[in-house]
Structures are given as C-alpha cells and as structure tokens.
C-alpha cells in the first residue's frame, strides 16, 4: 500500500489553531531529520487564508504500483467570484492550478473542485516524489477551505473489467491502463444513461494531463460521448504500453446535441439557481477496456469474403462451358442439317423433268381464291401489273410516308419492337457506345478528387485525434495502416468483384453477338430484342465505380462527403430505367448527353439538399419533382413524339380538354394505367417531403430512384407475362435470389449503424458491435449482400428477354 507523508513547511501561520511554539517545534524537527512521519491513506485540512496569510504543505507520496495515484479534493463555502481561493499543486515535472469558486462560461459556479495528481514516476514502485500545496487569496477577509489529499488505490483499469465513475465539470477523473503483451488493438468503451456531454480522452502516460474542459482536446484521441461511445486503441501510438483514459463533462451540450446556449449571466441568476445548474451537470459513466480481433486474424474474415465472391465467378464459369458445349452441338446438328439437305436437293435434280414439276393439275381450270393469291404472292405489291387482279384495298395501306414518318408508326394501336428499331444499327450502337465512355471520363474525375478528400480527411483525424470528424460505428471499427475502419472500406469490394463479373458476362455476350452478325445469321438482325450493348456495359462500370466511391466514402465517413456514397447510386437506378426501356425502344431511348446532363442535375439537387435543407428548399424540389413526372410521362405515352417546347402547354390544354374532361378512353391503356400508378407514387413520395422534411435528403433522393426503378422492373415483367412471353427457368431463379438477397441486405441497411445528418455524439448511440467474424458490422454486410443483389438484378436485366431471341421482332409488343 502506497503511504502520504504530511510535513508543514515555511514560515508561514498554522491553520488548525496550532501554538505558534509547536508549530516552530515541529518545522525545525523536520528539518533536522528527526521528525516521524504519519502514515495515512487520507489527510484533511481545514482552515482560513487571507491576503496575509497563506497555506503551504509539502506531501511525500511513495506509490507501490499502477494501482496508486493521489487526488487531491478542494473546496470553499464563503469564497466569492471577486476573490477566489487558489489552489496550487507543484510537482516536479507539472504545475497544476484552479481556483474556488470555480467558474466556467460564466455560468456554473463549483464550490468545490477535484483533481487526480499525475503520476510522474512513471509507475515505478521504487521512485517516491513530493508535491507541494499552496493554498492563497487576494480577499482581506479570512476564507475558509478545506483541503483533502487521498491516496487512490483503484486508479488502474483492468481488461473486460468495467469501472463505474462520477463525472462533473469540476471533477473530471482519468485512469490508466497497461496493454497486454500479445494485443495490438484495445477498445475503450463509455456507456451512460445519462445524455449530458462528456468527453472521453485517452492520452499518452505522461505529465501533464490534460482533464480540463479547454485542454483535454490537446492531445491524444478523444471524441465526444453522450451515452456511448468507444475509442480503439493502436498499441504502436503508446510505446511505453501505459495510456490514460480521461473523462471530462462538458459546460453546456452543444457539441454533443448540436443545441444553442443561451448564456445568463451570474448576476442574473439567484444563488440557488446557480447550485442546481451546478448539481445537474453531474453524470455517470462506466468505463471498460477490452480486446478486438487482432491484426494477425484479419486474414481469415478477408479471405472468406473474397472467397463466396469467387463462388460466383465459379458458377458463371460453369455456366459459360455449359452454353458453349451446347453451342457447339447445336452448330454441328446445323452443319448435319444443311448436309443432309444439300444431299436431297443433288438426289432431287437426278429425277426426270415432269416428275419433279409441282402437282399442277390439281388447280387445273380452277379459278379459286388460291390461286390468286399465290399469283399475288409471287411478285411484291409494287411489281403487280394492272392486268393482274388487284387486291383488295384494305389489305395494303398505300400510305408510304408510314415508313418514314415516327408520328405515325409510333402513334399505331399495336406498336411493335421492329416499329421502334428502324434505325441503322450502327448508329445505335455509336449511340450507345457514348454511355460507358462518359461514366468511364466522370469515374476519373469524379473518384480521384473524392480519395485525396478522404485520405486527407483521414491524416487529419490521425494527427489531430478528433475522432468528432468522421462517422464509424466505433464499436466495430477494426483499423489497419492509416485506416481507422478498414472493415467498412473493405466490404465495398463485393460492388469491385461482381462488378467486373458482369463486365465479363456483358463482354461474352456481346462477343456471341458479333460473331452471329459477322457471319451473316438473319435472325440476329430481325429476331429478339435488337441488341445494343453500350448501356450494359455502363451498368457495369457503375457498379464497379460504387465499390469504389463507396469505399472512399467510409475511409472517413461524415457531412461534407456522403455524396461520394450515393452519387454513383443516382447513376444505377437511372440507368437501369434506361436499359429496360431501351430493350423495347432501341430508336427513342435518350442519348448519352441527355442522360449525363440529367444525372449531373440530379447531384447538384443532392447537393443543395445537404447544404441549404429547408421548407423553401423542399416546395421548390416538390415543384419540379411533380414536373419532371408529367414530362417523363408525356415522353412515355406518346412515344418520344412529344416535344417539349414553348408549344407543349397548348397541346397539354388541348388534351386536356379533349380526353380528360370529356372521360375519353385513352388509346393505350397499359402504358396509361402504369403511367397514373407512377405518378401517384411519386406524388405521394413529395407528400411525405413536404410533410416529414427529413434531414438526409440525399437518402430521400435515392429511395425516389430506388422506387420508380422497382416500378418499372415490376411493370415490366407483368407486361411481359400478360403478353404471353415466357421467363426462362433462369430468369425466374434470379428473380427469386435477388428479392431474397434484397430484403435481407434492406434488414442490415435500416440498422442505422451511424447518422452523419446527426452531431457525431448522437450517432455513437447507435453503434453496435461485429456481427460476423468479429471484424464485420451490419453495414458491412449490407455493403455485401446489396452488391450481391445489384448483381442480380443487373443480370435479371440482360437476360429478362432471352424468350425472344427466336421471335421476330414485327411480333413483339412495346410497352
């Protein structure tokens, strides 16, 4: 057990009414070494000061262990603001300074303040120190105090050993810890019921230490803490394996509810208003240390995700053998088939001329219908002589600008795909070429200035130690290198591998496709769906540019970069829109410029919705939410023929007037039950805006695209199931594995892990621990298994419409 050892030293009057004899008596004694010293675990003084006299006491203080540290507790009951009591504690390497009573913002008034002493022998047992004490005050009038000096003998924490403390702005407390030797990384957890703001601190062992509400920031990792909070702890920062944990109540809460502060001034307040503003400031908070998955174990999680990511590259290689082998039969039973008849036509040119004539004599003299059509049917409606019988008129339309003009074959009852691909092929795909060049031009531009913001975010947060400044769910937080969370930036690369997986698979097929054109095969240029495979490839790139930008977004996650997290998202759910409708109107789909311009436009809403969120904001994004709906609409239903110029608003008042006042029927009705049921959703959706205005504006954004693209994956499917084509056993399983895997991610993703839209004390209380492995989080899994369900979904896309490759496209219905 460490002992205190009380000695009065100087000149100066005793303070507990001592004889000026005794105290003479005492002093020489204790200069000449024959003073015995008493041994105590707690001394108490109490007295008087004034101008002209001054209280000095000298403490020998000879710790046993870690354990041990000093406190000393000061307090004062008639001690005003104009003459305070000061307090002062010298050591040999710090000086540590306050004064009762004890004023911070010009608000909270103590009378009584507390303070833990460095331990500045460096936890040896064998190396005693003293301390010295001076208690003064400017009043003439005697103040009294009481000063106490006791000996902690708990003053170290241990592993998974939690330690329950009383915190106030006058008495903060700090404890220290040793690292194990076979850890790299602790946890320092603070959990309360309590939301007043603390701040907790962990420092290097070593004087001074800073347990102030205005120091405590000044070195180490700190972060702020309402009821929970955690700091990881790298055992290289702390080369001598010793560091503090410091906790520190704040004045006022702003920094941990981001709330305004009024301040009243002293005299304003009566003097039992300022001891229960006092009193209320008090909080407490428990205090653990414990171990996390070492870097040594990284390996095992790291290697299991990569490896079910590689189960899906085994499985589409599978798959690709298999259509290959299959191909390959079928090009040999093709060559056989075309052999064998070949051969009949040779054996048919031995036979006599009279035999191998048709069977004419069965028509002979007949003047039956048959015979005039073959006649018609053997020459085309052009060639027909006006000798020859002319058909009926019904039967041909003689309008030839129908081939021409888009406003008439795009306006028919019926359309179908071979309507709406009449131009050259070519020029589509040039057309469609330009969207996977510019999503490759804006991944450049827009990815490496969003990582040089965020590593250097990163370096800032390393050397200053806020930990305020970027958003971990610090419960999981496993860091490796200069990352502080490298488990939330590793598990983007689910959106990376599948990413390139579908490149691959697009890559394949359209490879299939050059080969079926190059050698001359009709049915790819007039059967199925036309293919153009520019956006496919667009999808990919995007989702490879997700992992990314996703990634560097969780290198240091908060306010100023969640645009780098959703921006590429923006880019998914309207592209995906783009592809479907593309698949069934190749000749009016937008063009790449177009689009890009439109999701530019997208990112800067987002923009001002993080920035200037408002009530003005939201009416004004209401407005034009509602007439972008009616436009895209407009577009939809009638084709790409509605042209949007100062003359539209004639034309809608005409429409109006003429079809919707008088209860027309609409001449295509799928498209107008789809296009009502989206508009409603929408509406409803800047309903809920104007209503609910929530804070993440850019989460909003997204779930408007998320929503309209699940419509239109539905509508579309339904269409295509009404029309009597069929989903391949193939399709129908993606199907189901993706909304199995999407409804799971969705669980993990509304967790709500963090919130950068909240202060960062507020988002800590909704950190969890790992949930796989000890190394992932919810949010990780969310990041895996949404790059799992994007995949599919993406492949759900190319592959939806793979019924059709033998079917002529004059067959196929657009909608």
Request: proline letters at 4%; charged letters at 15%.
């Amino acid at each position: 057990m460490a002992t205190i050892k009380m000695g009065l030293i100087g000149s100066r009057p005793t303070l507990k009414r001592y004889s000026l004899i005794v105290q003479v008596g005492v002093g020489l004694l204790f200069l000449a070494g024959h003073w015995t010293p008493v041994y105590s675990q707690s001394q108490t003084y109490q007295g008087l000061v004034s101008e002209g006299k001054h209280f000095s006491e000298l403490v020998y203080v000879s710790p046993h262990n870690a354990s041990e540290a000093i406190r000393v507790t000061a307090s004062s009951q008639n001690a005003d603001t104009t003459y305070p009591v000061l307090f002062v504690v010298r050591q040999q390497k710090s000086v540590l300074s306050w004064a009762v009573p004890f004023i911070i913002q010009s608000m909270y008034v103590y009378d009584e303040v507390s303070h833990t002493l460095c331990p500045e022998n460096g936890f040896s047992p064998t190396a005693a120190h003293n301390i010295s004490i001076d208690v003064t005050t400017a009043s003439v009038k005697p103040v009294n105090f009481t000063l106490t000096v006791t000996m902690m003998d708990d003053f170290e924490l241990r592993t998974h050993v939690p330690k329950t403390v009383v915190v106030s702005p006058s008495n903060p407390k700090y404890y220290v810890y040793k690292f194990p030797d076979d850890a790299d990384f602790m946890t320092v957890q603070a959990t309360s019921t309590s939301e007043i703001c603390t701040v907790i601190s962990v420092q290097p062992a070593q004087c001074p230490v800073y347990d102030q509400h205005r120091n405590v920031e000044f070195v180490g990792q700190f972060q702020t803490v309402t009821k929970q909070g955690a700091i990881t702890v790298q055992k290289k920062k702390y080369p001598s394996g010793y560091f503090f944990v410091v906790a520190v109540v704040q004045p006022t809460d702003k920094d941990c509810l981001g709330q305004t502060i009024e301040y009243v001034p002293l005299q304003n307040m009566s003097s039992q208003d300022v001891l229960e503003i006092a009193k209320n400031r008090s909080k407490e908070i428990t205090i653990s240390v414990d171990t996390i998955l070492p870097l040594s174990e990284y390996w095992k999680p790291i290697v299991a995700t990569v490896g079910v990511l590689l189960v899906f590259y085994v499985i589409a290689g599978i798959i690709i053998l298999v259509q290959c082998k299959r191909r390959k039969e079928q090009h040999s039973e093709h060559l056989e088939e075309q052999v064998h008849i070949l051969g009949e036509e040779e054996n048919s040119n031995d036979v006599p001329f009279a035999q191998n004539q048709p069977a004419a004599t069965s028509n002979y003299g007949t003047t039956g219908k048959d015979s005039g059509n073959s006649a018609v049917r053997s020459r085309p409606l052009n060639k027909l002589s006006t000798n020859e019988a002319d058909p009926d008129e019904d039967d041909i339309d003689m309008l030839e600008d129908m081939n021409e003009e888009k406003e008439i074959y795009r306006t028919k009852m019926s359309v179908c795909v071979a309507d709406l691909a009449r131009k050259k092929p070519k020029t589509l795909d040039r057309k469609y070429k330009l969207y996977y060049w510019n999503i490759l031009t804006i991944a450049v531009f827009y990815s490496l200035p969003a990582v040089q913001l965020v590593m250097t975010y990163q370096a800032v947060l390393n050397m200053s130690g806020n930990e305020d400044m970027c958003y971990y769910n610090f419960l999981c937080a496993m860091p490796c290198g200069l990352l502080s969370a490298f488990n939330n930036v590793f598990s983007n690369i689910g959106y990376v591998m599948l990413g390139f997986l579908y490149l691959l698979i697009v890559s394949r097929k359209h490879h299939i496709h050059k080969q079926a054109v190059a050698s001359g095969c009709e049915k790819s240029k007039t059967c199925g769906i036309p293919k153009h495979f520019g956006m496919f490839y667009a999808l990919g790139i995007a989702l490879v540019m997700e992992g990314v930008l996703s990634g560097s977004y969780h290198v240091c996650p908060n306010y100023s970069n969640f645009q780098f997290d959703t921006a590429f998202m923006y880019i998914i759910a309207g592209l995906g829109m783009l592809v479907l409708y593309q698949q069934r109107h190749p000749d009016v789909n937008a063009n790449a410029y177009a689009a890009f311009a439109t999701f530019a436009a997208v990112i800067f809403i987002a923009f001002m919705g993080v920035v200037f969120v408002s009530v003005y904001f939201y009416v004004v994004f209401a407005v034009l939410h509602i007439i972008t709906c009616l436009a895209v609409s407009a577009q939809m239903y009638y084709m790409g023929t509605w042209k949007i110029d100062l003359g539209m608003f004639k034309r809608a008042a005409i429409i109006f007037r003429t079809e919707l006042c008088k209860c027309a029927r609409p001449v295509y009705i799928d498209r107008m039950i789809v296009l009502i049921i989206g508009n409603a959703v929408n509406w409803s959706i800047t309903i809920y805006g104007l209503v609910k205005m929530p804070k993440d504006f850019n989460s909003y954004l997204l779930a408007i695209f998320l929503v309209n693209l699940l419509l239109y994956v539905a509508f579309y499917i339904i269409m295509k199931v009404r029309n009597g084509e069929k989903l391949i056993p193939a399709v129908v399983v993606i199907i189901i594995l993706a909304l199995v895997i999407w409804g799971l991610a969705l669980n993990f993703y509304f967790m709500g892990l963090t919130g950068w839209e909240k202060t960062a004390a507020l988002s800590r209380e909704s950190n969890a621990p790992c949930l796989v492995m000890g190394f992932y989080d919810g949010h990780d899994v969310w990041h895996i298994l949404s790059a799992a369900a994007l995949f599919l979904s993406f492949l759900l896309v190319l592959l939806m419409d793979e019924d059709l490759e033998g079917k002529d496209r004059t067959k196929i219905p657009v909608f």
